[in-house]
């Protein structure tokens, strides 16, 4: 116990008539009675700490110096607390400590917020004394199970044989994906490194060179506009593996999240996980990350309508579009016009330029557009929607990927918004078939859609040229609660394949060589073939822990602007720095 | 097994008669009598598989083709070697497997150096196919000792409630230290990110925050020039605690090390490690991490020969220096006086403008210096330094440093040369009491001799303004066979002694409060006492497992200008990057 007897939330009435040395923060200190009180406290929990005139009057005396978040030394003996001062919502409810001796180790100021798991402070001040953000309990704790989350996924890896290894922070830059973070070189000026994005090249040539079995819980960097659940800088649990099909590596992934759930939640996931095809995932949920944990699927309702005399309607049909419902049921009467008018704008950020809606009653569905449907139609749209009275059917018709959008996002806040989670559920759902190219109308080109070394479908291989939309890719996504946790593939590993795939995203020949001629020149020597899967280590810890913020899972995070409130970085360096670096400033400093 | 019965080197009688998948490189492939024998390897060893005629001609005939480091799919049934064709230098030599089935998965050109243990292929070849570099078997051993060595660590320090938390790499440039690598912002024109020498400041904030027992294995940059043991990133295992003790941090350290051992080498070391202070290791042995493995300790002659008749030891002493030597027993035969040249041209390296000796012959000692020395000085030279007939013995007269680096660099040097190191030993050792500033002469100021954060001793605190070249720090370093294995302190805790310890480094109240004004504030919030330790993993698997090239221990290292042969890291970027990044570059491009 390295210089104290217990820590303070774990002395329990077995240690009743013990001796105890305790070290900790002062969590609130009482006066009553001539007696002072203070409950002190450490990552552990709290304790009682009386001091008495009888037992000590100098400790007594100390002890009124002392304020909130002092750090203290005390010693004292053990005793049971009489029957009406048990506190049954502490584990240390049954005794209290009677100091005999107090030594102060540090003064505190008094903290810019109080030190409680509730907190009203902004966000902001919060990250600027982070050092104290983190003595409140529901941080130590999201933290520690961060660290039990990691230990069961290197302890599984370990167990099948995966190595640990480090891949490099300091790469090369490769234009493909996401803007890179970019190291200036002293030796070699004018050039750079970039910092990973993932260690998807390094970890493909570990396969190469014959590991076959490889992770490492990495850190990855990505200078992209944050959004609220992007971090600048974020971990992955990245695998890698050769000679292992698919399945295999599914299977792999299933059984260490089982584990995870077990060893940190106490949860039994013993069934594998569902599984469902892109395709399936977008008509069903209009996501591609459905949150399975309650119903109000989408349903396509184009062969029902496409006829009727609502021309919105039949003429999004008509033009190659489609339309779907969603039934939020026994929701009518909770739903004004008005309330449906501020849906209506919240779809429209998604594309659509209107919801329709109808209510169910007793007698047939009602509403403005109920007039446009026969009794024929009407039925069809009851039973397809599986209607009952009081229910509400919100309805977009749009472009295939509108209707999903708009009603996948709908559906979501739908059902946040009515509780229709079971919050204590954790639905994990593969997702798998998808597409491996998008094509991007702007740039005029195909983009990788998961990366450029995903190995396409074997069946489609020969249309990779003549029909590269169509192809599928060898990828799978895990999916939990409606997060992507993560995603993996199997990937190319003939020199031929990987030539036409970067020809199909646009590289001439030279291009391919000039950046990852290093790999293509690698799979002529004898590579396995292999595949993997990164998980969001930042993500399956903000779900696991029940936390909302990305930042509540990471010690010392950035804001939206990617700056840390704490050490104020980034900061300004000297010219002296930058000469090193053969770098100006094209700004001034100033500015 | 995840589509295979077994891995190749794990094949053995205990599999006779079973029909078995294998996959595998091709090791060696070798025609005989009709026959193909073909070596097949994967990271755990070697199996033989023959290609019958009798078994499958089909198999046979695909055989022909395959050629060193292709990758084959074998199915086959295990049979027992004859007696005469038993390989008893194979885990699987008593067995070979009769091939049924041979797909060829991928095909390998002639690859540029052989796969094996043994090479003499250039580094440079090495590095630049690191991807088959990593393929001899020697390598896997070293990165499946690292794997092993940081399981037994994080196993250690969970069972101790030490949490694994990660710090940020994206942090705030600080001046002092060595060189920081910068990483423009986008966001924040002419302001930068430094990448972290260590999570020093972090890892004490946490301690701020009340986590207590903190761990990492983190990564850490230095832009330097590199000597052959030093990277431009290295791994530390990062430790750090609240309210220990010096000797609670050591102990801890101590059994963590000790699992290391039990765990990765089989070796049982149960003694406490060894202590010594720096001034008793600078004394004995020239260095401030000696190799304790063998004795030829340095032995100060300086009281026995401060009145001799010669000269160059006589003044030595009289200025204040030193006249040291070491007794290298029974070597005279060994070094000719142009051996002692040598000698003399290696320790003029280390400043020592000269190396005095003597051989001891059965009537006393010889040699051109002899003659200073009268009857009892001759005595004394022969007790003080154990003299049997036959030694050789080697003195430095100049100023303590000098005398120290010299004489310690040569006693390594001759340690080696002669053979007198036992290379089966792991020799542990504490070296305790470090001075904690070190003055430059050059820059005339004091600088922190670990960091400026370092703890002084309780004792010498008074004096830490008015002498602080006499102030100890309550540091230590862990030393392993002569290397440094990493080093920690008690941290400075209280504001006013951190204030105190920049003013002595020479910042101004602005200065210390504009670099470091976050840890002077978190100090008077409730800081604990702590302290911890830092060891380089690295250096820590190089020792370990027997290697004397830290980047053998590394996947993807960078040469000694810090690039990356494998992907031509670093490299250039485009005018577009410069441009959202605020630079541009002082030199022209094809400079």
Chains 1, 2 share one sequence.
């Not at 030594?103 to 505190?108: D, G, P, Q």
């Not at 100021?109 to 966000?123: G, L, N, W």
């Not at 004018?190 to 396969?207: C, D, R, T, V």
């Amino acid at each position: 116990m390295f210089g104290r007897s217990y820590f303070c939330g774990e002395v329990t009435e077995e240690a009743i008539g013990e001796k105890v040395t305790l070290k900790g923060w002062v969590q609130k200190r009482r006066d009553l009675g001539g007696l002072i009180f203070i409950d002190l406290r450490d990552r552990t929990g709290l304790v009682q700490i009386v001091f008495n005139p009888d037992v000590s009057p100098e400790a007594l005396s100390l002890a009124e110096k002392v304020r909130t978040e002092y750090v203290l030394d005390v010693k004292g003996t053990v005793i049971a607390r009489s029957e009406g001062s048990i506190n049954g919502n502490l584990k240390t409810g049954k005794i209290e400590v009677h100091a005999e001796e107090l030594t102060i180790i540090n003064e505190a100021k008094t903290t810019p917020f109080v030190i409680a798991d509730k907190t009203d402070v902004s966000e902001d001040v919060r990250l600027k004394y982070r050092y104290l953000d983190l003595r409140r309990p529901v941080m130590f704790e999201t933290f520690k199970m961060r660290h039990q989350v990691t230990k069961a996924i290197r302890d599984f890896l370990d167990g099948e044989g995966f190595l640990d290894v480090e891949t490099p922070i300091l790469t090369k830059s490769t234009p493909e994906g996401a803007r890179d973070y970019l190291v200036p070189s002293r030796v070699h000026p004018g050039e750079f490194y970039a910092l990973p994005q993932s260690p998807q090249i390094f970890k493909q040539l570990m396969m190469v060179g014959g590991f076959e079995r490889y992770y490492q819980i990495a850190r990855c960097f990505r200078d992209e506009d944050l959004r609220a659940d992007r971090q600048p800088e974020f971990t992955q649990i990245d695998i890698e593996t050769s000679f292992m099909s698919q399945e295999e590596i599914m299977g792999l992934t299933e059984q260490m999240m089982q584990k995870v759930m077990k060893d940190v939640k106490g949860v039994d996931v013993t069934e594998a996980f569902p599984r469902m095809s892109y395709d399936e995932a977008m008509s069903r949920f209009g996501s591609d990350k459905p949150d399975t944990r309650f119903g109000m699927e989408l349903v396509d309702l184009s062969e029902t309508v496409k006829d009727s005399g609502f021309k919105v309607f039949a003429s999004a049909v008509a033009n190659g579009g489609q339309v779907k419902a969603i039934n939020v049921k026994g929701a009518a009467a909770n739903y004004s016009r008005k309330d449906i008018d501020g849906l209506t704008e919240f779809v429209s950020v998604y594309g659509a330029k209107g919801l329709a809606w109808l209510k169910a009653e007793e007698d047939g569905l009602k509403g403005p557009i109920s007039k446009f449907f026969g009794e024929e139609e009407q039925a069809a749209l009851q039973s397809k929607l599986d209607v009952s009275a009081g229910d509400l059917l919100l309805f977009v018709a749009d472009k295939k990927s509108v209707v999903a959008d708009a009603l996948g996002a709908l559906r979501l806040k739908l059902g946040k918004e009515l509780e229709l989670i079971d919050q204590s559920k954790f639905n994990f759902l593969w997702i798998t078939d998808w597409p491996l190219l998008e094509f991007d109308e702007e740039a005029d080109r195909y983009y990788a859609a998961h990366h450029p070394f995903t190995m396409p479908a074997r069946e489609d291989l020969s249309k990779l040229e003549s029909d590269p939309a169509s192809v599928k890719a060898q990828a799978y996504d895990l999916v939990l609660n409606g997060y992507e946790l993560g995603g993996g593939s199997l990937r190319i590993f003939e020199r031929d394949v990987q030539e036409k795939m970067f020809s199909v995203l646009g590289f001439t020949k030279e291009q391919a060589v000039e950046q990852f001629g290093f790999l293509l020149e690698a799979f002529e020597y004898g590579t396995p073939p292999h595949g993997g899967i990164a998980l969001g280590l930042d993500r399956m810890v903000m779900l696991l822990a029940g936390r909302t913020n990305l930042r509540d899972t990471i010690a010392f995070p950035k804001t939206a602007s990617a700056s840390d409130l704490l050490t104020d970085a980034p900061g300004e360096v000297s010219e002296a720095q930058l000469d090193e670096l053969h770098l100006s400033l094209k700004i001034k400093k100033d500015q």
